[in-house]
């Protein structure tokens, strides 16, 4: 198992459709062989921003327009914060060289009255994850995995992560695949 820890797991331009990981971008910030593989989808936005949600949560956020993410499939009762590492709450724990991972009761309110935020940061509900050895068969394409190479992967950007979303990001994040791949080469 290779660590991808603060990499971009991308969906293969040919994964099918019908799947709910199509067209996703996901950023992992856990991968080990005792635990598996953690990680939050970055471009499936929710309807919800993140105002709403702390209002729901007796915390006035002001208007912000930012929506909440939809992470994964699961634990969608989980709310996580993926942000850069100039920030931190009191449960926040490395998410990778330079981004960190907070879920906690305090994160909402600490942002809402912070006037420190982060420099990127984007909230989650739910989570992606795969049992130790199980997103190395998806990749490799072992039955009953998938066809093979049903996933990309690459060194998460930043400005890809943060700054866009949606099929613009997908699209985005395997030409930022495709051209790692390349340069591993030249």
Not at 48 to 75: C, H, R
Not at 113 to 130: C, E, K, M, V
Request: glycine share 6%; proline share 6%; hydrophobic share 35%.
């Amino acid at each position: 198992m290779n660590n991808r820890i603060g990499k971009l797991l991308v969906a293969h331009p040919h994964f099918p459709l019908n799947s709910p990981f199509a067209k996703s971008v996901i950023y992992i910030y856990q991968d080990d062989p005792v635990n598996g593989t953690v990680g939050v989808v970055l471009n499936k936005p929710s309807r919800t921003t993140v105002s709403d949600l702390a209002s729901q949560n007796n915390v006035i956020f002001g208007d912000s327009k930012e929506f909440v993410y939809m992470g994964g499939p699961v634990n969608k009762s989980s709310l996580l914060l993926l942000h850069t590492n100039d920030w931190q709450s009191s449960n926040t724990a490395a998410a990778g060289v330079r981004l960190r991972i907070s879920s906690d009761n305090h994160m909402l309110m600490k942002l809402s009255h912070d006037t420190n935020q982060p420099a990127y940061w984007r909230l989650f509900i739910g989570i992606s994850s795969w049992m130790p050895g199980q997103l190395d068969a998806e990749i490799q394409g072992n039955p009953p995995f998938g066809p093979i190479g049903s996933w990309l992967t690459c060194e998460a950007d930043e400005s890809i992560m943060f700054n866009c979303d949606g099929d613009k990001q997908w699209h985005k994040a395997v030409e930022l695949c495709s051209q790692q791949t390349i340069d591993q080469y030249f």
